[in-house]
């Protein structure tokens, strides 16, 4: 079945970076753009940017340049987001979400399990 | 950016109630809206798409509708299981945005 499933839990100290891994199976990885959204404790989610699987092309939320690297292995069917410079303020979940586009409008159909990033010193 | 306003931030409601949340969008999207239901400690899950498409295996009691900047999401009759978080997303253009979300709780 249509899967997404995400590396486990880190705690990561101020100022580290974090790379966390989200692989596909199911279907044919390069079909389908993948999203990442965070989610911090107790708050709503947040859209961070999204990869194309075919061609590694992507997009990033202004508040999150350069500071954020997507990146995929196609050999896996694996993407990843990397976040440096980590803060107190990047502790949240971490989602993937697989995005299909139906009738020229797009949404957010699979989502992984979720990473928990705990940023602390 | 494009701004979801999303209302109310959080509501009660009893079982068998009609309810209804609503989403504003800081400038026009025409139909590019989903809506999306969290429960505590699981991931998002699409709920409907283009606005008023509801998404396979979601209940015919969930419906969406609107276009432009104004869209609604609403449960004809509240089920237990419906007690959730529900978010509306833009997908118009990036960066995409959500709404800040809206509690549904039991009375």
């Known amino acids: 079945q249509v899967q997404l499933v995400q590396s486990g839990a880190e705690v990561k100290k101020p100022g580290a970076s974090v790379k966390v891994s989200c692989k596909a199976s199911g279907y044919t990885f390069t079909n389908y753009y993948i999203h990442w959204v965070r989610q911090a404790p107790g708050q709503g989610l947040e859209w961070m940017g999204i990869i194309n699987p075919n061609g590694a092309g992507t997009t990033y939320a202004q508040r999150f340049q350069g500071r954020v690297t997507m990146t995929r292995d196609t050999s896996t069917n694996t993407v990843y987001m990397e976040l440096s410079s980590l803060s107190s303020e990047d502790t949240a979940l971490y989602y993937c979400a697989r995005r299909v586009v139906v009738a020229s409008t797009a949404a957010l159909d699979m989502w992984g399990q979720g990473t928990l990033v705990t940023v602390s010193s | 950016a494009i701004q979801m306003t999303q209302s109310p931030s959080s509501l009660s409601a009893s079982v068998g109630d009609r309810v209804t949340i609503t989403c504003r969008a800081s400038q026009g999207i025409r139909n590019d809206l989903g809506w999306y239901q969290q429960k505590p400690g699981k991931a998002p899950k699409l709920l409907i798409y283009?606005?008023?498409t509801l998404q396979s295996g979601v209940p015919s009691r969930f419906s969406g509708s609107g276009s432009g900047t104004d869209f609604t999401l609403t449960i004809s009759s509240l089920q237990p299981e419906d007690f959730a978080t529900y978010y509306c997303l833009q997908d118009y253009n990036y960066p995409w945005t959500f709404g800040q979300g809206t509690k549904v709780e039991i009375k």
């Open positions: 283009a606005a008023s």
